[in-house]
């Protein structure tokens, strides 16, 4: 199993939460179950969301909860696909509001990576996931990882925007420092939950008034076909 930090300011900042002993159990668990399960996402995808996006250049912060389940779906940026793959509902209602709130038309295909290369941080709390099993690496470790991971992001001095959709997300919000950052708390995108405050809730133009209010540049929410 080959998989190693980014070789950018995240790998440099997590160096020392890599050498915890909780990071060894979880890698063994992680060689274990691409041994002999199916895992997504691949291992070279795995810290794609920290590759696309780094620590110094983070503008905003969308978490997720796990990784896609289906074949071919998870590429490591939470609620994004591979091009060629069916959107997820979540991320179809994503776009349905991005445009009622923005005028942007809804994207043909489900890849987020314009919005990550523009500083979206786009983390799932759990970075790993077995075929057809949701939530199955919880507990792994996964979340004391991505928690060293929000309080980096907190300990920033430039502000930040943090869209928390629905409860698993809401959790972290204990670690980030509401007077510095903006942190935007709704319903989750899913079916399910989508109509209990996540339509109408104007997450992408808040993002971007803020950004512009701190002198930032404003992400174009539009993605390249």
């Known amino acids: 199993m080959n998989i190693r930090l980014p070789e950018n300011d995240w790998g440099d900042q997590l160096v020392k939460e890599w050498e915890q002993p909780y990071m060894a159990e979880l890698l063994q668990h992680l060689e274990l179950r691409y041994g002999t399960s199916e895992v997504y996402p691949p291992q070279e995808d795995l810290f794609h969301a920290l590759r696309s996006t780094s620590l110094a250049e983070a503008k905003v912060v969308i978490l997720g909860q796990d990784p896609y389940h289906g074949a071919g779906q998870a590429h490591g ?34 890849c987020l990576d314009h919005w990550a290369n523009q500083g979206v941080l786009l983390l799932n709390t759990v970075l790993t996931v077995e075929e057809g099993k949701p939530g199955s690496h919880q507990g792994f470790g996964w979340e004391l990882f991505t928690d060293r991971i929000i309080s980096l992001l907190n300990e920033r001095e430039m502000p930040l925007i943090f869209l928390l959709w629905g409860k698993h997300a809401q959790e972290k919000a204990k670690g980030i420092d509401g007077n510095k950052h903006l942190v935007v708390s709704t319903a989750h995108p899913s079916p399910l939950a989508a109509r209990k405050g996540f339509f109408g809730s104007k997450p992408f133009s808040k993002a971007n008034d803020f950004l512009t209010a701190n002198g930032l540049e404003p992400i174009d929410w539009r993605l390249p076909d």
Do not use: C, T
């Open 77 to 110: 940026l939470s609620f994004s696909v591979r091009r060629g793959v069916k959107i997820p509902p979540s991320l179809r209602n994503m776009y349905k509001e991005l445009e009622e709130d923005l005028g942007v038309p809804q994207a043909g295909h489900g």
